[in-house]
């Protein structure tokens, strides 16, 4: 069976790797263009690019994948499957139209939960106890397609997203080579409709996201610290004349209550603070042009004194 792969993330990355280790090497690879990562560094592959560079595999990196040229090449190479993930790009009809066998794609949450985009991240922030893996066929409607094959993880209260990210990639291995072996062996596995009513949809974290508001409740900014670990990360400031910016890395609620943003005092290792239900314990800050300390290195370096506030500088 001939299939094109389109994908671009970390997780695209792992479960490719998987598809060419079972012996089911694309017959071309698309992924994003390159991208400029940092500041003032130079443009970078995809994880996908990146991998596919060490091999003899075929990669196109078009800035739009529904261009004519695009399709044309596509039909030319006259594959059976389209296997999506973390691809980046909406994919229009005439590209779905392409392979008899149609396309098929890896999503990183338990669908109908969490259509769009940052869906780990989003479960996360919601609280769930547990997340997974679907592989859907792709329709025109963002991750409606009916589902082929699921599986579930635990939510663990030390994950972020990056680490339920890092196992997610590892279940999604396993479930994708299943699922594109039933197509090479023509059993692809039964559809299952996606019960529409219990969707929801998120989107990226834009800027403002990641500011903590200490007027919710400790349990909510944890799960927020969560959720944009590793990058972006949360942020607050520490409320002087001159605001020191600080990145938050990890946090932990605990019991008590303080006024919301109000420094209580070190607890251990950690910078503890007020908010509008309990305190949350500040446990691996990174102060502006600093590297991650101890929220209790915070407080000495930066000569913290109980009663100072954090927040959102004006």
């Known amino acids: 069976m001939k299939i094109v792969f389109l994908g671009s993330g970390d997780v695209a990355r792992e479960v490719f790797g998987a598809l060419v280790e079972a012996g089911h090497s694309p017959s071309l690879v698309v992924t994003q263009p390159p991208r400029r990562r940092r500041r003032r560094g130079g443009e970078e592959p995809t994880p996908v690019h990146a991998w596919a560079a060490g091999t003899s595999l075929e990669v196109l990196a078009p800035e739009r994948v529904n261009d004519v040229d695009v399709l044309d090449r596509l039909r030319a190479v006259a594959a059976d ?18 392979p008899p066998q149609g396309a098929i794609n890896l999503h990183t949450s338990l669908l109908p939960r969490h259509r769009g985009a940052a869906p780990v991240a989003a479960a996360i922030l919601a609280g769930d106890t547990e997340t997974g893996v679907t592989v859907q066929r792709v329709v025109k409607e963002l991750d409606a397609g ?26 999604a291995r396993d479930v994708l080579v299943e699922v594109v072996e039933a197509f090479a062996a ?11 009513s219990l969707a929801t949809c998120v989107k990226r974290f834009k800027a403002e996201d990641r500011d903590l ?37 990890r946090a932990a609620p605990v019991e008590g209550t303080a006024p919301p943003g109000e420094v209580v005092r070190v607890s251990g290792d950690a910078l503890r603070v007020g908010t509008g239900g309990g305190l949350l314990d500040l446990v691996e800050v990174l102060p502006a042009g600093r590297r991650p300390m101890s929220g209790a290195a915070f407080w000495n370096g930066f000569h913290v004194a109980s009663g100072e506030r954090l927040g959102r500088p004006s």
């Open 213 to 249: 508001d200490f007027g919710l409740r400790a349990r909510d900014l944890w799960r927020r610290v969560r959720a944009l670990a590793p990058k972006p990360g949360a942020r607050t400031a520490l409320l002087r004349d001159e605001p020191v910016a600080l990145g938050v890395r």
């Open 186 to 196: 023509k059993k692809p596995p039964e559809e299952s409709a996606q019960d529409h």
């Open 81 to 98: 499957l389209f296997v999506v993930a973390e691809y980046g790009q909406i994919l229009s009809q005439s590209l779905l139209d392409i």
């Open 146 to 171: 009916p589902i082929l094959a699921s599986r579930t993880i635990e939510i663990r209260d030390d994950d972020d997203t990056g680490s339920l990210t890092a196992r997610i990639a590892h279940l």
